[in-house]
């Protein structure tokens, strides 16, 4: 299980970072921070797809194509309690966040971590139970040693995009939105493909067609459709025969 923040002493390295912010103050959330179970939950739309029916403690999971994704897997955990950052995304959009269901009083961000994105993000596996990151171009070596220290620390580290050696891959396709009714109104909703890959031990293949958002801004399942039987046609005796 993760050590807090405070007792690893990752806050005072966290405050000395340039061009730290967080939603709630750093120290308080670490203070508070505490373990989920060495599965973090999901929503309900997303557990059939991941192994073990949630985010392992531990692992590295790449999220590809879809900023919206990589939210939604935040979204379950942080609102029973979880603390989940997010570095080096100086364009996230915190109001898509929190419409996506993430609490927003629990996720720190480091924005622009520069030459420290190493420092930042280790520092924040230290102590928090979900660390997603854009990892810079040309760090495969920086990424193997931050899986480790997921492994070690007990986090769930996410990228934005590929990561080499994850063990859980997600890739988002869109396929198209829904709405306006009438041709008046807004958009509604996106449908979206996902599909899931992984190491073979681990991961089976898995596709999910799901709403990203849908109509109340959080992820949904695609609502199946119901079947429809038609029955075979009833001969009908002529009248007068026999």
């Given amino acids: 299980m993760p050590e807090s923040v405070t007792g690893t002493g990752a806050v005072a390295r966290l405050a ?22 060495q599965v973090l939950p999901v929503s309900p739309a997303l557990t059939e797809l991941l192994p073990h029916g949630g985010l392992r403690r531990g692992t590295t999971v ?26 080096g995304a100086p ?57 480790a220290r997921a492994r070690h620390r007990g986090a769930v580290l996410l990228s934005f995009g590929p990561w080499p050696g994850a063990e859980v891959e997600l890739r988002c396709r869109p396929v198209r939105w ?23 031990a681990l991961v089976r293949p898995v596709r999910s067609t799901l ?8 992820v949904r399942t695609v609502p199946a459709v119901p079947s429809v039987t038609v029955a075979p046609p009833v001969a009908v005796a002529e009248a007068g025969a026999g």
């Avoid at 829904?178 to 073979?200: K, N, Y």
Wanted: glycine share 12%; proline share 6%; aromatic share 2%.
């Fill in 16 to 37: 000395a970072l340039p061009g730290v912010r967080t939603a709630s103050a750093v120290a308080d959330a670490a203070e508070q921070a505490r373990a989920a179970g």
């Fill in 62 to 87: 790449a999220v590809r194509d879809s900023t919206s994704l990589l939210l939604a897997l935040l979204a379950e955990a942080t609102a029973r309690g979880s603390w989940a950052a997010v570095v």
């Fill in 91 to 147: 364009r996230l959009g915190l109001v898509a966040a929190g419409e996506l269901g993430v609490e927003l009083g629990r996720l720190a961000l480091v924005p622009h971590p520069g030459a420290e994105f190493a420092a930042a993000t280790a520092a924040l596996l230290d102590g928090f139970d979900l660390v997603a990151v854009r990892l810079p171009p040309g760090s495969e070596a920086l990424a193997r040693r931050l899986s």
């Fill in 178 to 200: 829904s709405g306006p009714a009438d041709g008046h109104g807004h958009l509604e909703a996106r449908e979206v493909v996902v599909e899931v890959t992984g190491r073979a």
């Fill in 211 to 218: 709403l990203l958002p849908g109509p109340e801004g959080t």
